[in-house]
């Protein structure tokens, strides 16, 4: 259980988390049985670095490929984006990138499909001065994956995250419907007001203009047509913030509210009916 608190206890202690996820850890809200996780071997996977122009600096990325297939393949691909303090190598909760592709849900395989993971900084994956890392995600990024055969046309592209990263998966199907073919956001980082994200973390809007411009309750509607998945624990403190988007999304929307709260156990327990969903949507 002191585990389980670890995430959430480092994320209030950097203003991230509008909450005391801490004192949730400690009376038990945050008890998350560890799943219990089956793999195929996984495939191969590289990282690199290459220099962001969006965002004035190198970043590391890393692609990897599903069980039994190889550099060359043409696949979709899933953009999966970190949470605040992770960076590529960290995206995931308990499982490397190709690991997640190799992951039995519910004890089948996933359907074959590719995933990125890339820095994004802890901007809540929206533009700042001289650092904007949207425009990297999807002018630099996903270009270098489509060069190499992943998620390009007709092969499909969705987005995935955790937490800050869950927010950016939602805000970048509403910004790039034509693009992003289907969305899995895990525990998402959603504020329902300027002064709260203000408040929680300076740092993650870079003006009350540029929140409303990225507010995902507001922009939900953009959403409409593309599958999307959300799930978040009952004692998130984003939970809040979590049930108003909900109320927004177009119908059809998959939400999974749960027993847990914005920790590593509840994340790691997600990540596999994130992927089942996602592959159900990009894979034909």
């Known amino acids: 259980m002191v585990a389980a608190g670890v995430t959430g206890v480092e994320l209030v202690s950097h203003g991230v988390l509008p909450g005391q996820a801490a004192l949730d850890s ?3 809200a945050c ?3 560890a799943p219990r996780l089956a793999y ?3 495939g191969p996977s590289f990282s690199g670095t290459f220099y962001s122009a969006a965002r004035r600096r190198p970043v590391g990325y890393t692609i990897a490929y599903p069980p039994g297939r190889q550099p060359g393949d043409q696949l979709p691909l899933v953009v999966m984006l970190h949470g605040y303090g992770a960076s590529h190598a960290s995206a995931l ?28 900084g802890n901007g809540f994956w929206t533009p700042h001065p001289g650092d904007n890392p949207m425009a990297m995600v999807i002018d630099e990024l996903i270009p270098l994956c489509q060069r190499r055969g992943l998620g390009r046309p007709p092969h499909r592209i969705g987005t995935m995250g955790i937490s800050m990263g869950g927010y950016g998966a939602l805000l970048f199907a509403e910004k790039y419907p034509r693009l992003i073919s289907a969305v899995a956001a895990i525990s998402p980082g959603i504020w329902t007001s300027y002064d709260q994200a203000k408040t929680a973390d300076p740092g993650a809007y870079a003006s009350a203009a540029a929140f409303s411009a990225n507010d995902t309750i507001t922009h939900a509607a953009a959403l409409a047509g593309i599958p999307v998945r959300v799930a978040t624990g009952y004692d998130d403190p984003f939970y809040p913030g979590v049930q108003v988007l909900v109320r927004s999304l177009p119908a059809g929307a998959v939400v999974d509210f749960a027993p847990g709260c914005h920790t590593d156990p509840f994340f790691l327990e ?3 009916p994130s992927l089942a969903f996602l592959a159900s949507h990009l894979v034909r």
């Open 31 to 33: 008890s998350v049985p």
């Open 26 to 28: 400690l009376d038990g």
């Open 270 to 272: 997600q990540q596999p």
């Open 93 to 120: 909760s308990g499982m490397s990138p190709a690991q997640a592709l190799a992951v039995k849900a519910d004890g089948r395989p996933l359907a074959p499909m590719a995933m990125v993971t890339v820095d994004g």
């Open 40 to 42: 195929s071997r996984p």
